[in-house]
Each structure stands twice: as C-alpha cells, then as structure tokens.
C-alpha cells in the first residue's frame, strides 16, 4: 500500500490537467461564436468572438507567454491550457461577451506587448469588439498579457474602455523578456482597474507583494482595487497556466471576484443602444 499511494495524486492532476485542456477542445455553438481576421501592424491575426444573447460588458483577453494560442478556423485552440483560454465558457455563462487574439503574425510577443505597435493591436481589438457587440470593453489581461493590458489602456480613446483587469501581474524583470508593466505607460491609465494577486504564485516575474506597487503606478486611473487570492494546485512550473499563477483549481472563486468587481461599474447605464 505504501508503494502505490505516492502516485494517486499524480494520477489525479493529470486526470484535472486532461480534462482542463478537453475543455479548450469542445466545439463552439457557432450561432454564438466567429472567428475573424485583422490585419495590424504586428500582421495578420485570428480573433475569436464568443458572446451570449444579452452580454454585460465585453471581456478583451489578452493571454500571457508568447501569446500564441493556436486559434483556428473553426474557433479550436491549440494551446488552449491559459487562464483565460481555458475560462473562456465560463464567462459567457456568466453574461460576458469575450473576444481572444491569437499572436499577430505568429509572432512571440514577449518583449513586445509594452510598444506602440501592440498598443495600435489593441486599439483594433477595443474597435472590433464595440463595433460587432456594442457592450462595454473591459481588457483583461494575465501574467505577460497584463503588459498589453496596460499599453492598451494607457492609449485608449477616450471612452472606448470601461474598466481594466490585471491578474498575476508581471512586474520583475524576467530571463526571456525584460519588460514588465512599469514599461507600458501605467500612469496613463485612466479607467478604473481591478488588480488580482494569489498569495501562492511563485512565479518570480509575478510575485504577488508586488500588488501595491503596481496600484501605486497606476495612479492616474479613476480607481484601484486590489484584491488578494490564495490557494490552487501544484503545477509542474511556477509559471505555468496548470498552477497557482493560472489559478488551476479555483478558477471559480477568481471569476467570481472579477465579475463582482465589474458589477461595480455601473455598466448597465454605458449600454444605451448597444
């Protein structure tokens, strides 16, 4: 009996990791879902639009890593273990429309999402997302896609985003991209943000006591919440998605903050004719 119990919770993270990634595979209702092109300066990129019949507000998600998904034509992903990737069904099932990009071009974002050219993806994303929803845009971002969050946030149109979400905010210096939010004009931020730390993310680029010093950056914004988290399963890497810092195994507490914290807003009174 000792020498078999070591392996059950293995066997119990691959089944939760399985079953996770199974998720990313399903089928899209495709009278709720498209898959369009943009054209952006980075290059030609995929985006996926999922939306309910009456969606609140339009979630922007901007994934993390290089960026790359796999996204394709019939709306599948790839690599489709990402926090937001993952959560995608969920926040329709919570009344949100969501909108994910791949990489523009293919291309490994890291080192980029901080520049003017992400800034002008993320403008076209915001435009996209008014134009064929027509709900409030929150941009959402986790781990290296908060540094597109906040460019993005930083140069958008006045009164074209109603809120931003940062989850495990990348704010140290790492070994494959230098940049961190600091880079991308925080200060400039003028809608209101919602920042989400775990308490358990040892991803050293993400450390969660960071949290203050991220809000204090952001100090141009109409408000800063900072709300701390705590708990999730062991991943394999402390970056990874299957882990603390993607919030594998509480992804249902997470959510649920966010969307409280959106409630907030009053978005209800920005709808109008949407």
């Known amino acids: 009996m000792t020498g078999r119990s ?16 199974a998720l990313a595979w399903l089928p899209l209702a495709a009278a709720r ?14 985006v996926l639009v999922l939306r309910p019949a009456h969606p609140r507000a339009t979630l922007v998600m901007l994934p993390g890593g290089t960026g790359r998904v796999g996204l394709t034509r019939t709306g599948r992903f790839r690599h489709g273990a990402n926090f937001l990737v993952r959560t995608r069904r969920d926040w329709v099932r919570r009344g949100f429309a969501v909108v994910i990009p791949d ?28 134009r064929r929803i027509g709900a409030p845009v929150i941009l959402f971002g986790t781990s290296q896609g908060t540094i597109g969050a906040v460019n993005g946030a930083a140069h958008a149109a006045a009164g074209s985003i109603a809120g931003v979400v940062l989850t495990e905010t990348v704010s140290v210096p790492g070994r494959l991209s230098r940049m961190t939010v600091f880079d991308a004009d925080p200060a400039a931020v003028r809608a209101p943000v919602l920042i989400v730390a775990n308490r358990d993310d040892r991803c050293p680029v993400a450390p969660p006591g960071q949290a203050p010093a991220v809000a204090r950056a952001l100090g141009g914004a109409s408000s800063v919440t900072v709300r701390m988290v705590a708990g999730g399963a062991a991943g394999d890497r402390p ?6 810092h993607g919030y594998f195994g509480i992804e249902g507490r997470v959510e649920a903050a966010i969307a409280g914290w959106i409630g907030t807003l009053g978005l209800e009174k920005e709808k109008g004719g949407a």
């Open 33 to 46: 879902a498209r898959v369009v092109r943009l054209d952006t300066a980075l290059g030609p990129e995929r």
């Open 103 to 130: 990489a523009p071009g293919g291309r490994d974002l890291r080192g980029h999402r901080h520049g003017p050219g992400f800034a002008a993806v993320v403008g076209g994303l915001v435009r996209l997302a008014r």
């Open 239 to 244: 970056c990874g998605s299957l882990g603390p």
């Open 6 to 21: 070591p392996a059950r919770p293995e066997r119990g993270r691959m089944r939760a990791l399985l079953a996770a990634l």
